[in-house]
């Protein structure tokens, strides 16, 4: 039986969330309408936001005078919840397995628990300095000061904490072992997704390079 709550996969950005995504999506995982990345020679060229989903959130926090990469975040969506809900589900094809890839997820991590309380998160671990050693080589993102990187990265990390205790069905999957096809890591995730691994997808999707871009 398909379900319809989605994974979430969520993490601050340069965690591997475009490898995890793109190893789903090529295990059959919808993803929806993306685009690739605008650098590819850092990026995995390989469309995982869903842009409609994406546009929702951003929207909703360019309303609330959110502006990207800046703190304090922007509250929950309030009394909108159901239908932005309905809106993000009209995306999603009958009958498919699906996934939402986005740092919003974490923003929004409120929204997402109460609107899809069964949803499943899935958490890419990458240490802190290797984040912003990879922000610092990624050409949108290297101009950020170097405090705000770490500020935004650490309420990220508080997120995931908060939507642990909240009692989410969740997984820690280690970047560094998924970058390297460590199959206890790949097949620890497919367990908990209730999904068979391909291998031949595994060996030609994941390549031990995606994480020195």
């Not at 009394?79 to 974490?106: A, D, H, M, Y």
């Not at 500020?151 to 939507?163: A, K, P, R, S």
């Not at 206890?184 to 031990?208: G, S, T």
Request: proline fraction near 7%.
């Amino acid at each position: 039986m398909i379900r319809r709550d989605p994974i979430l996969i969520a993490a601050p950005p340069r965690c591997g969330t475009t490898m995890l995504a793109g190893l789903l999506h090529y295990h059959g995982v919808w993803v929806g309408r993306s685009r690739t990345t605008m650098y590819p020679g850092t990026n995995s060229n390989f469309g995982s936001e869903n842009t409609d989903i994406k546009r929702i959130m951003k929207h909703m926090a360019s309303n609330a005078g959110y502006r990207n990469w800046k703190l304090p975040f922007p509250d929950p969506m309030g009394k909108n919840q159901e239908k932005i809900k309905r809106q993000i589900i009209s995306f999603v094809p009958e009958g498919t397995s699906w996934l939402v890839k986005t740092s919003w997820c974490l923003i929004y991590w409120k929204f997402w628990r109460k609107a899809f309380p069964k949803a499943r998160w899935v958490f890419p671990v990458r240490d802190p300095s290797k984040i912003v050693d990879s922000m610092n080589r990624h050409p949108g993102m290297k101009t950020h000061p170097e405090e705000e990187k770490w500020q935004y990265i650490n309420h990220l990390l508080q997120f995931v904490t908060d939507i642990v205790d909240s009692g989410a069905t969740h997984i820690f999957v280690d970047t560094e072992k998924l970058a390297s096809r460590d199959s206890e890591e790949i097949d620890k995730l497919f367990l908990f997704l209730k999904m068979v691994p391909d291998y031949e997808v595994v060996n030609n999707w994941i390549k031990p390079e995606m994480l020195k871009r």
